[in-house]
């Protein structure tokens, strides 16, 4: 039986719109009405015309830090989770009874069950990488605003159908890159786009060093569908036999499950910001070359970029980057100085002076979502465009799988960004996209 495809009907009522009309002519009824303070508004309270009914999917301990950003927000209402195993689901729902003092938290092992809710108004997807695309293409198909973990396609192919399908269902879409949302990165990002550092000439992103498995971890007992549904955990993934190490997080690195080598697991964040710092939302690299520690790209105006292979993630043999900038370390340069940050929220600038134009913003950790989410919120309401909507998330996802892609060849690549596809190179093209396994499909 194929999946059932869900679609939002433009011509239906939102749900909010009801709420408000509810309230509205209950005002006007003159009879001894009691109205909770709760409902309207008052002691600080959201009223429910207000709130955004939010569902999740596929929660782990990434996911979960993503969660807790949001239901601390009092215009969010958390109302179900779904995920394949069942202690997730029922640790997520614990956390959200704990929130909320109660047992209204749903639980379920179908997302369509979830999908098919018409209260609920946006979704946090935060499964593995080979869930993302497709998952977040049934949420928009389904009416629902999505919240997307990084990576959010497996493949190229996957990244563009995922943003041609947002646009079309007029869906709000924030990728789970929430640098841009972080003090220091955009500090950083200002003394660019301020021409504080002269002219922008390079770029160094960073990964950790690439690697790819293709081999199945050993068969083990398959669990009960209700412990764990190992089929729909696979998902458009080829079938393979099943192995508590899959479903425990130690996915990353085999390719039917991971995206682009791990090297999107940082440079989803660290290319997005080069991107960002160089004004490119909507183009990208037109050169990937990879060399034994680096990716060296250059983009169509002649900055050139890096993404650097570091063997810890705080450095490597011939370290480009401080050690007290953390994790997701991205420096840029210019002709007249240059500047790197990373997770720890050290900025380092030469010269010094450049420090001068910093302005007070609160120390923020890297991984930290919380102001990610607000503006992910705050669109869902505006209907505005947040900082990683998915045009953006197109073009700087796309640039890191073809680095992916020049690296798993072993070969220097030519790439027409407005194409999106490769010059001249057949089998970079052919990698541009996978099949999915039936009956799943985009």
């Known amino acids: 039986m194929k999946p059932r495809i869900l679609t939002s009907v433009s011509s239906v009522r939102s749900r909010r719109d009801f709420l408000r009309r509810t309230a509205a002519a209950a005002a006007s009824i003159a009879l001894p009405t009691f109205i909770p303070a709760s409902a309207l508004g008052r002691d600080g309270a959201v009223p429910p015309s207000e709130r955004i009914v939010l569902g999740a999917i596929g929660i782990g301990p990434r996911g979960r830090h993503v969660l807790e950003c949001m239901i601390a927000e009092k215009d969010v209402q958390f109302v179900a989770i779904c ?10 729902k614990a956390m959200a009874d704990a929130k909320y003092g109660n047992k209204d938290c749903a639980m379920y092992a179908d997302m369509f069950e979830l999908l098919a809710r018409p209260d ?5 997807l935060a499964t593995g990488d080979h869930w993302h695309a497709l998952g977040s293409i049934l949420c928009a198909k389904a009416g629902k605003d999505v919240y997307s973990e990084k990576p959010c396609g497996l493949t190229m192919g996957q990244c563009q159908a995922l943003d041609d399908t947002i646009r079309r269902y007029g869906r709000i879409f924030q990728a789970g890159t929430q640098r841009r949302n972080v003090p220091n990165f955009q500090f950083a990002t200002h003394l660019v786009h301020s021409g504080r550092i002269g002219r922008l000439h390079t770029m160094h992103a960073s990964s950790y060093r690439p690697r790819v498995i293709y081999d199945w971890l050993p068969a083990e007992p398959e669990p009960p569908k209700h412990e764990c549904d190992w089929d729909r955990w696979l998902g458009p993934s080829p079938w393979r036999p099943y192995n508590k190490a899959y479903v425990s997080g130690q996915w990353r690195g085999h390719y039917d499950f991971d995206s682009g080598a791990t090297i999107l697991d940082w440079a989803a964040h660290t290319l997005d910001l080069c991107q960002w710092a160089n004004q490119a939302d909507t183009t990208g690299p037109i050169e990937f070359e990879p060399t034994p520690d680096h990716i060296l790209g250059r983009y169509p105006n002649g900055v050139r970029l890096s993404i650097d292979f570091l063997d810890t993630p705080f450095g490597n043999r011939d370290p480009q980057f401080r050690t007290s900038t953390g994790t997701c370390p991205v420096r840029f340069i210019g002709d ?6 990373g997770d720890t929220g050290q900025v380092i600038t030469h010269p010094e002076s450049l420090k001068s134009e910093m302005r007070q913003f609160t120390k923020m950790a890297g991984t930290n979502a919380s102001a990610h989410t607000r503006d992910f919120l705050d669109c869902v309401k505006t209907r505005s465009k947040p900082a990683c909507h998915s045009g953006v998330m197109r073009h700087s996802h796309l640039a890191s799988h073809a680095s992916a892609i020049a690296w798993m060849l072993g070969r220097k690549l030519t790439y027409d960004p407005t194409k999106e596809e490769f010059i001249g190179d057949k089998a ?4 541009r996209d996978r099949a999915m396994r039936e009956p799943w499909h985009i």
Do not use: P, S, Y
């Not at 609920?120 to 946090?124: G, K, Q, S, W």
């Not at 007249?336 to 940050?341: A, F, L, Q, Y």
């Not at 970079?428 to 990698?431: C, D, E, L, P, Y």
């Open 336 to 341: 007249e100085g240059w500047v790197e940050t």
């Open 83 to 92: 995920d394949v195993q069942r202690t997730r689901r029922e640790a997520v």
């Open 120 to 124: 609920i108004d946006a979704v946090l």
């Open 428 to 431: 970079a093209n052919r990698m």
